[in-house]
């Protein structure tokens, strides 16, 4: 299983990202997929998620309003697009695919099977 992120880089306060995540070696479109983030010197977080059927999408509040996270089946592909983004939000973001088997708690990093290598994410003011 691979996954591998793109669309990182450099941007200032306001400015937008969009985040791909390409999987590859799983039968991706049964997979709910999320993104984490993780700073300098803090614990990787939870961002925004998506249910394997693409109709449910979750997010932490600090990144609600501002990010969506959608997926694509045929392309084996999930996005994170980012607006408005701020200095807060530099970090190293994570894709990660989770089987859903039994209960599913989606901020949960445990409840991930497979992760990506990052992408750093840098937000200038």
């Known amino acids: 299983v691979q996954l591998v992120e793109s669309g990182g880089g450099s941007v200032q306060a306001g400015g937008s990202l969009r985040l791909s995540c390409a999987a590859s070696?799983?039968?991706?479109?049964?997979?709910?997929m999320a993104w984490f983030r993780q700073a300098p010197g803090k614990e990787r977080e939870f961002v925004a998620a998506?249910?394997?059927?693409?109709?449910?999408?979750y997010y932490a509040d600090s990144v609600k309003g501002r990010f969506t996270i959608s997926r694509d089946n045929a392309k084996n592909t999930v996005y994170l697009q980012m607006n408005n983004l701020k200095p807060t939000d530099t970090a190293v973001y994570y894709c990660a695919a989770s089987a859903t088997l039994g209960v599913w708690i989606f901020n949960r990093k445990s409840d991930y099977e497979f992760w990506g290598q990052g992408t750093q994410v840098t937000v200038s003011s």
């Open positions: 998506i249910k394997w059927s693409g109709g449910t999408t």
């Open positions: 070696g799983l039968s991706f479109s049964t997979y709910s």
